[in-house]
């Protein structure tokens, strides 16, 4: 089985403040997505789709910020 080009791509050169962000949205996620597993075990599914909701959030905020810095070091000058 062949991996999607997408994966296969270098990681971008990506400046000390993005991967700043980048980590406090992970760590952020992470603190959802244990959230969420608790809450299922205590089946608040209310709470538990908040929480699945806010991790999802926080990863897609770190993607924006990775394909932004992958924009920015692979086309320098341009503005996002």
């Not at 299922?40 to 699945?52: G, K, N, Q, V």
């Not at 991790?55 to 770190?62: D, L, N, P, Y």
Request: hydrophobic share 50%; proline share 6%.
């Amino acid at each position: 089985m062949t991996a999607p080009a997408q994966i296969l791509r270098p990681p971008p050169a990506v400046d000390d403040m993005t991967l700043d962000a980048i980590a406090d949205a992970m760590a952020r996620a992470s603190v959802f997505s244990e959230s969420a597993a608790r809450f299922a075990a205590l089946h608040d599914t209310r709470s538990m789709a908040f929480a699945i909701r806010s991790a999802a959030s926080c990863i897609h905020a770190a993607a924006e910020y990775l394909d932004a810095a992958a924009g920015a070091s692979s086309h320098p000058g341009r503005v996002a």
